[in-house]
C-alpha cells in the first residue's frame, strides 16, 4: 500500500508571490503516476499537473510546474505569479502505473492555500 | 464535451432511508471511480470499474455499501440503510483506459453529490 503526505495543512501568500506546496509519499512500486489536483470553494476536483515517475524532466503547465524527486519520494508543486483565483484545497494524488486493482489514485489531505489580495 | 456528470448535487435523507447516487462517466471513457470526501478521511477511493465490471470494492466500508454499471455511460452508488456517519461528498471519476501494458490515462471528476444524513 502507498501512503501521500502533505505536511503543509495550510498556507497564505501575496498575490504575484510564488509558493511552493510539499507532498512526499511511501510506495515500493518503481512506475508510477503523481498528480496534484486542485479543489476550488465549488467543489469540483480540477486536474493541475501529472509527473509520469519514469520521465526525469518536472512537469510545467503554465504557472505551475513540480519538483519531482524520486529517490526522495517528494512531489512538491510551485505556483508562480499566484493570483486570487488560485485560492483552493490542493492534494496530492498518486497512482500505480499498471493496473491489476491498483488503479486508484490515493490522495494526500490537502493543503489550503490562500492567495491574498 | 460534456464532462462527468453526478446526480443529484445534494442529498438530505434521513437515517435508514436508502439512498442512490447516480454517474454518467464521459463518452468514450471505459473506467469509472467512486470516491468518498469527508474532514476525518479526506479523499478515499470506494469502488472502480474496468468495462463495467467492477475490479476492486475493497474500499467500500460495509455491506450498506453497494454500486452497479449496468452499461458504460451509467453507473450507481447505493447506501442501503444510511446512517449519520455516511455524511459526506461522493465523487465519480472516469478516465479512458487503454488496453496496453502502461496505464496511461487521467481521472476526471464529476461536481460531486453532497450527502447529509441526519
Known amino acids: 500500500a502507498q501512503t501521500v503526505t502533505q505536511s503543509q495543512p495550510e498556507m497564505s501568500v501575496q498575490e504575484a508571490e510564488t509558493v511552493t506546496l510539499s507532498c512526499t509519499y511511501d510506495?515500493?512500486?518503481?512506475?508510477?503516476?503523481l498528480f496534484w489536483y486542485k479543489q476550488p470553494p465549488s467543489r469540483q476536483m480540477i486536474l493541475v499537473i501529472r509527473?509520469?515517475?519514469?520521465?526525469?524532466q518536472n512537469a510545467t503547465e503554465n504557472r505551475f510546474s513540480v519538483n519531482f524527486q524520486k529517490a526522495a519520494k517528494s512531489f512538491s508543486l510551485k505556483i508562480s505569479d499566484s493570483q486570487l483565483g488560485d485560492t483552493a484545497m490542493y492534494f496530492c494524488a498518486f497512482r500505480p502505473f499498471i493496473g491489476g486493482g491498483a488503479d486508484g489514485l490515493t490522495f494526500g489531505k490537502g493543503t489550503h492555500l490562500i492567495i491574498q489580495p | 464535451d460534456a464532462g462527468v456528470i453526478q446526480s443529484p448535487r445534494h442529498e438530505v435523507t434521513e437515517m435508514g432511508q436508502e439512498v442512490t447516487l447516480r454517474c454518467k462517466p464521459i463518452s468514450g471513457h471505459n473506467s469509472l471511480f467512486w470516491y468518498r470526501q469527508t474532514m476525518m478521511r479526506g479523499l478515499e477511493l470506494l469502488i472502480y470499474f474496468n468495462n463495467n465490471v467492477p475490479i476492486d470494492d475493497s474500499g467500500m466500508p460495509e455491506d450498506r455499501f453497494s454500486a452497479k454499471m449496468p452499461n458504460a455511460s451509467f453507473s450507481t452508488l447505493k447506501i442501503q440503510p444510511s446512517e449519520p456517519r455516511d455524511s459526506a461528498v461522493y465523487f465519480c471519476?472516469?478516465?479512458?483506459?487503454?488496453?496496453?501494458?502502461?496505464?496511461?490515462?487521467?481521472?476526471?471528476f464529476g461536481p460531486g453529490t453532497r450527502l447529509t444524513v441526519l
Open positions: 509527473q509520469e515517475a519514469y520521465k526525469q
Open positions: 471519476a472516469s478516465s479512458s483506459r487503454d488496453s496496453g501494458y502502461f496505464v496511461t490515462d487521467t481521472q476526471y
Open positions: 510506495t515500493s512500486e518503481s512506475n508510477y503516476y
